[in-house]
């Protein structure tokens, strides 16, 4: 089998050309894959934006209503720090209702991955860090809500900390939330996840898989979550502008290996969202193309 991928084509929504977030990715990625055959029609699902209902599981009408509105006070957008427009709004749902699709197809074949998702920054009232709504968040409660899982773990690899996700489910022991970061990144301020791996700047491939690999397996084992929800964020390369780690490109492959291989061999089904990453569109576009290369081996490996 080769796995279920999710996209929609409103991902891109424009933005003013000078502005630093790179949101043409989400396009050039899904054309990337499958000039490089990791995805073809046959594979992609296009999802419906979130429903209210599911995105109140985690946000506060008042947010999302002003935030969709545009009444959100210039403080509050600026920490959000995209401009918002129509096309925005929609694809800020549309990201959340595509996370939730892949979570639920990830449960029905053993491994799904989004075009998009990782808005980890995301808290109940407020955004931050170009993160609007918590996305792996809602997908988590929903799953829950509807007792399709009991148990949860979020695998935050971005480079950044998960900290919206963290103080989310700080008093939720059924979703369990491991983020290893490096520790001098944004947030400044740090929430507690359920395990935290700080990590120092300049980690090389080989540290940064010896600390994942020593913790992750043993970690999946003792927490047995029925669904991991894995934020691939490549801003951990060395070439990312605001990552401060050194990986490889091979590093993040083989990061993404281990983390789809040590859940697959324990039948975990797991989902994975792109998260971050900050370069030029076309290296950037590669290293987020590494996740979907490891998720078609690892099917094919696993016999999914
Ligand atoms: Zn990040």
């Given at each position: 089998?080769?796995?279920?991928?999710?996209?929609?084509?409103?991902?891109?929504?424009?933005?003013?050309?000078?502005?630093?977030?790179?949101?043409?990715?989400?396009?050039?990625?899904?054309?990337?894959?499958?000039?490089?055959?990791?995805?073809?029609?046959?594979?992609?699902?296009?999802?419906?934006?979130?429903?209210?209902?599911?995105l109140e599981l985690v946000h506060?009408?008042?947010?999302?209503?002003?935030?969709?509105?545009?009444?959100?006070?210039?403080?509050?957008?600026?920490?959000?720090?995209?401009?918002?427009?129509?096309?925005l709004v929609r694809r800020s749902?549309?990201?959340?209702?595509?996370?939730?699709?892949?979570?639920?197809?990830?449960?029905?074949?053993?491994?799904?991955?989004?075009?998009?998702?990782?808005?980890?920054?995301?808290?109940?009232?407020?955004?931050?860090?170009?993160?609007?709504?918590?996305?792996?968040?809602?997908?988590?409660?929903?799953?829950?809500?509807?007792?399709?899982?009991?148990?949860?773990?979020?695998?935050?690899?971005?480079?950044?900390?998960?900290?919206?996700?963290?103080?989310?489910?700080?008093?939720?022991?059924?979703?369990?939330?491991?983020?290893?970061?490096?520790?001098?990144?944004?947030?400044?301020?740090?929430?507690?996840?359920?395990?935290?791996?700080?990590?120092?700047?300049?980690?090389?491939?080989?540290?940064?898989?010896?600390?994942?690999?020593?913790?992750?397996?043993?970690?999946?084992?003792?927490?047995?979550?029925?669904?991991?929800?894995?934020?691939?964020?490549?801003?951990?390369?060395?070439?990312?502008?605001?990552?401060?780690?050194?990986?490889?490109?091979?590093?993040?492959?083989?990061?993404?290996?281990?983390?789809?291989?040590?859940?697959?061999?324990?039948?975990?089904?797991?989902?994975?969202?792109?998260?971050?990453?900050?370069?030029?569109?076309?290296?950037?576009?590669?290293?987020?193309?590494?996740?979907?290369?490891?998720?078609?081996?690892?099917?094919?490996?696993?016999?999914?």
């Amino acid at each position: 089998m080769r796995p279920p991928l999710v996209y929609h084509r409103d991902y891109s929504a424009p933005l003013p050309s000078q502005h630093r977030f790179p949101m043409a990715k989400f396009q050039l990625l899904h054309d990337r894959l499958l000039q490089l055959d990791l995805a073809s029609a046959a594979q992609l699902h296009s999802p419906l934006p979130a429903p209210r209902r599911w995105l109140e599981l985690v946000h506060q009408r008042s947010y999302h209503q002003a935030y969709s509105r545009g009444e959100l006070s210039a403080a509050e957008q600026r920490r959000i720090g995209l401009p918002v427009s129509a096309a925005l709004v929609r694809r800020s749902w549309l990201a959340v209702g595509g996370t939730v699709l892949t979570a639920r197809l990830a449960l029905e074949h053993g491994i799904a991955c989004h075009l998009a998702g990782g808005t980890h920054h995301a808290f109940p009232a407020y955004g931050s860090g170009f993160c609007i709504f918590n996305d792996c968040a809602v997908a988590a409660r929903v799953l829950l809500a509807e007792a399709r899982v009991r148990r949860v773990m979020v695998v935050d690899l971005d480079v950044h900390q998960g900290d919206g996700t963290a103080a989310i489910f700080q008093q939720e022991p059924r979703v369990f939330c491991f983020s290893a970061h490096c520790a001098s990144n944004f947030p400044l301020r740090k929430q507690i996840s359920d395990l935290d791996l700080p990590l120092a700047d300049g980690l090389c491939d080989d540290e940064y898989l010896a600390a994942i690999g020593n913790v992750l397996p043993d970690l999946l084992s003792a927490v047995q979550p029925d669904l991991v929800l894995y934020n691939a964020g490549v801003d951990p390369h060395r070439g990312d502008l605001l990552g401060r780690l050194c990986l490889s490109s091979t590093g993040l492959l083989n990061r993404d290996r281990l983390v789809l291989d040590a859940c697959l061999r324990r039948g975990i089904a797991i989902a994975t969202v792109i998260g971050g990453g900050y370069d030029a569109l076309a290296p950037l576009v590669e290293r987020h193309s590494l996740v979907f290369r490891a998720a078609s081996e690892q099917a094919r490996l696993h016999g999914l």
